[in-house]
T-cell receptor
Framework: GAGVSQSPSNKVTEKGKDVELRCDPI?????LYWYRQSLGQGLEFLIY????????KSGLPSDRFSAERTGGSVSTLTIQRTQQEDSAVYLC????????????FGPGTRLTVL | GQNIDQPTEMTATEGAIVQINCTYQ??????LFWYQQHAGEAPTFLSY????GLEEKGRFSSFLSRSKGYSYLLLKELQMKDSASYLC?????????????FGGGTRVLVKP
């Protein structure tokens, strides 16, 4: 595909359950970012991957959150023991390394924790 | 750290001009982005400024003053489809991973 894709588009889960969110970046983009957006708010940085470098995890809100990127392409964001405050839209973006580092966003996954 | 401020909401009339201001205080600066986000959709790129001055792209223009920590997005000849949130984002230095720090977004409502 031409753009960043994310799955699922919507996820409803019960408090305490684990969830996995997937991101497929644009082919050839070596940088990948995860953000969280609560209703009516701006984007909150979570984690950043660039090539083979160690990821920048400085935005992860707690140790319940983790992410991995396999083969320098697909990424999975995992939230363990979900809480109601985790409800938000989780956006993934990718960019080439260089120039303006313009980020292209996926459609997001809307997570609702009941 | 980064701190980015922009107004929460603005209302304007179709055909008019609206200017959305963004001020920032950052520990490192390597460019400023404006994104448009329609409700329920992903942000889409509008503009990028790394040097002082005005960048014009059709009906949209963006201005940057690095010394003042200030940018604005100017939307001219407003159309109903311009009703959206506009996000100001600052890119950090390379050592910080080039990640973006976003403001809270400005919701623009265009009225007929």
């Amino acid at each position: 595909g031409a753009g960043v894709s994310q799955s699922p588009s919507n996820k409803v889960t019960e408090k305490g359950k684990d969830v996995e969110l997937r991101c497929d970046p644009i082919s050839g983009h070596t940088a990948l970012y995860w953000y969280r957006q609560s209703l009516g708010q701006g984007l909150e940085f979570l984690i950043y991957f660039q090539g083979n470098s160690a990821p920048d995890k400085s935005g992860l809100p707690s140790d319940r959150f983790s992410a991995e990127r396999t083969g320098g392409s697909v990424s999975t964001l995992t939230i363990q023991r979900t809480q109601q405050e985790d409800s938000a839209v989780y956006l993934c973006a990718s960019s080439v390394a260089g120039g303006s580092w313009e980020q292209f966003f996926g459609p997001g996954t809307r997570l609702t924790v009941l | 750290g980064q701190n980015i401020d922009q107004p929460t909401e603005m209302t304007a009339t179709e055909g008019a001009i609206v200017q959305i201001n963004c001020t920032y205080q950052t520990s490192g600066f390597n460019g400023l982005f404006w994104y448009q986000q329609h409700a329920g959709e992903a942000p889409t790129f509008l503009s990028y400024n790394v040097l002082d001055g005005l960048e014009e792209k059709g009906r949209f223009s963006s201005f940057l003053s690095r010394s003042k920590g200030y940018s604005y997005l100017l939307l001219k000849e407003l159309q109903m489809k311009d009703s959206a949130s506009y996000l100001c984002a600052v890119r950090g230095i390379k050592a910080a991973g080039n990640k973006l720090t976003f403001g809270g977004g400005t919701r623009v409502l265009v009225k007929p």
